[in-house]
């Protein structure tokens, strides 16, 4: 995190960071109200990786962790995902994709070598 981000960060009130739980809310509601389901499914897809393979990077021994955080069932372990390098721009271009106050463009260029 640069410098002046985590300065602004760090300034930001604690409230700001968090939304407040309501009385008689659960972590299923939370969970289900977050809906990051979509974004762990979107980062498999543009891994290329099927669940099994995801858990294996992840240190799972089998899919039903990523099964779990795919339907709401329990929060998606970012940290997680985050620490496999190859997913990164999958996990930025997923959480991207799902919020409304982002846009998503992708360009591509063609760099031609010249003939000699």
Same mark, same amino acid.
């Given at each position: ?5 985590? =300065? ?17 809310? &659960? ?14 499914? =979107? ?36 940290? =997680?995902?985050?620490?496999?390098? &190859? ?10 994709? =799902? ?6 463009? &992708? &360009? ?9």
């Amino acid at each position: 995190m640069g410098a002046s981000l985590a =300065r602004h960060v760090s300034e930001l009130p604690r409230k700001a960071c968090a939304r407040p739980v309501l009385r008689g809310e &659960t972590d299923s509601k939370v969970l289900a109200d977050a809906d990051l389901g979509p974004v762990v499914e =979107r980062v498999i897809a543009l891994s290329g990786l099927n669940r099994e393979q995801l858990a294996f990077a992840l240190g799972y021994a089998d899919g039903s962790s990523i099964a779990r955080w795919v339907r709401n069932l329990e929060a998606p372990q970012f940290a =997680r995902l985050w620490a496999v390098r &190859t997913l990164r721009a999958a996990i930025v271009q997923a959480l991207a994709e =799902r919020s409304d106050d982002v846009e998503v463009e &992708t &360009t591509v260029r063609v760099r031609r070598a010249r003939l000699a």
